[in-house]
């Protein structure tokens, strides 16, 4: 296989994704701190407002740990955002909700993010969208085989 150059359009296409990557998590972090949170505290809130929010299931499937998640339902709980109560099933687990300060804050920051993705998506045809997406997608699933692969291999070269 030949190497990649600076100039080869493999170089030029890893170059504009990553720009975008950065480019769109700033804007995830503006539009989060616009309404006085973090991402982190923007991603719990969305989930506790799910009603089905298990702490633990949330820092696995984050691939985080039970202590920083449940830092951020403490920040949350002091900013007034969320509720907790003792579980009436459970009464080891607590179950959290949002508060009214909690679902407006969240209400807000959903349409921010609307309105941002109608002011830049929506001038893109459909045709462009679809071919996006599905360039997205393989590409997303070539990264996520390509890493798969490599950690059995590696996982193989230490027994």
Known sequence: MQAVGRRDPIFRAIEAMT???EIFER????????AGITIEQWRVLEEISTEHFIPS????????SAAAVSKILRQLLDSGLVSA???????????YKLTAKGTRALGELRASRQAAIEAIWTGFSRDELAAFSTFAVKLSDRIERYSSGKNARRAAAVR
């Open 85 to 95: 109560a003792i579980g009436r099933a459970d009464r080891r687990n607590r179950r």
């Open 27 to 34: 804007r995830r972090e503006v539009l989060a701190r616009d």
């Open 19 to 21: 720009a975008l990557t």
């Open 57 to 64: 299931m949330f820092a696995r499937s984050r691939d985080s």
